[in-house]
């Protein structure tokens, strides 16, 4: 791919569906250098600011990161990219600044939804050897399986940025995402009628959401091509079918071999299509120390 002022670019190494985006650390201190003028409770206070910082980060690259970013997320031959510092520098690039540069990530291309788990415009959690949740999300020795956010709540999600801040003491827990169009079994699920059946969809108390949605498995995007939202842990199957609908479509998206599988460094996100790759994470080693503090922003594309 054509790299661009700052930015080195490249099919990621394990899947021409992922792309590579690395930040040449010269010019991810100049962003850092302008996003410093303000703090991190301010952005996060006046939603106007989250929009000129990201014309400050859009203006280092020469306004061309907006449509490079568009386009891969858009375009269903690919659909996700990652993108990080060349090297990170953790007493450089600490935890406030990679959230402003999550934001400006974000808002090139829409707007994050609210996120009733964190209460502001995006969600940092820990993931620590023990938990004691009521989801897998937190949960290090357990794989999170293949799925799409967004499944229970009555905002539309077009887009997940998911981005790691810190880690320590790890082994294991690589990143995966299944491309919708590489699952060797998506005709057979789409085209089953209860993959077009309506849903109950609930959360655990820890996501903060107190109503319930409907909604099928599977519906089609402008082109007539499956779409998906999914996650195994918070359908609620009303027949003995859609218990066993539900059952085999896990089983199949977990034995597809088609998983692209990679470590996500820290100071690195995932910034990928909600629609048409699914994403999860493999287990990690127990270790007693096992830290990591990740980031979430997800929402809607400018219309």
Not at 206 to 212: A, I, L, Q, R
Request: glycine share 6%.
């Amino acid at each position: 791919m054509n790299n661009i002022t700052g930015l080195n670019i490249k099919n990621h190494i394990s899947s021409d569906r992922l792309v590579d985006i690395k930040i040449q650390n010269s010019y991810l201190d100049k962003v850092k250098e302008q996003f410093d003028q303000y703090e991190l409770i301010d952005i996060e206070y006046k939603p106007f600011l989250r929009f000129h910082i990201t014309d400050i980060f859009n203006k280092v690259f020469d306004e061309k990161i907006q449509n490079i970013i568009k386009k891969i997320l858009t375009d269903r031959k690919q659909g996700a990219f990652v993108i990080g510092p060349e090297k990170m520098d953790d007493t450089k690039y600490d935890t406030d600044f990679l959230v402003k540069l999550s934001t400006a990530l974000t808002h090139l291309v829409g707007v994050p939804n609210f996120d009733s788990m964190y209460g502001k415009y995006y969600a940092r959690f820990e993931v620590k050897n023990t938990d004691d949740s009521d989801s897998y999300l937190r949960k290090a020795a357990k794989k999170l399986d293949l799925h799409t956010d967004g499944t229970y709540v009555k905002e539309k999600t077009d887009w997940l940025l998911m981005m790691k801040m810190k880690e320590e003491n790890s082994e294991g827990g690589e990143s995966t995402l299944l491309h919708l169009d590489d699952w060797e079994d998506c005709d057979k699920f789409f085209s089953d009628p209860l993959g077009q059946e309506n849903f109950i969809w609930g959360s655990p108390k820890s996501k903060n959401v107190e109503y319930k949605v409907e909604h099928p498995i599977f519906s089609t995007d402008k082109n007539g091509k499956p779409i998906i939202s999914y996650i195994d842990q918070f359908p609620e199957p009303q027949s003995l079918k859609q218990g066993l609908y539900l059952n085999n479509l896990s089983e199949s998206l977990e034995g597809s071999k088609k998983h692209i599988a990679f470590k996500l460094p820290p100071g690195y996100s995932i910034f990928s299509n909600n629609y048409f790759m699914l994403h999860g994470r493999k287990a990690f080693k127990p270790h007693p120390k096992l830290y990591r503090e990740l980031l979430r922003q997800r929402g809607v594309f400018y219309r």
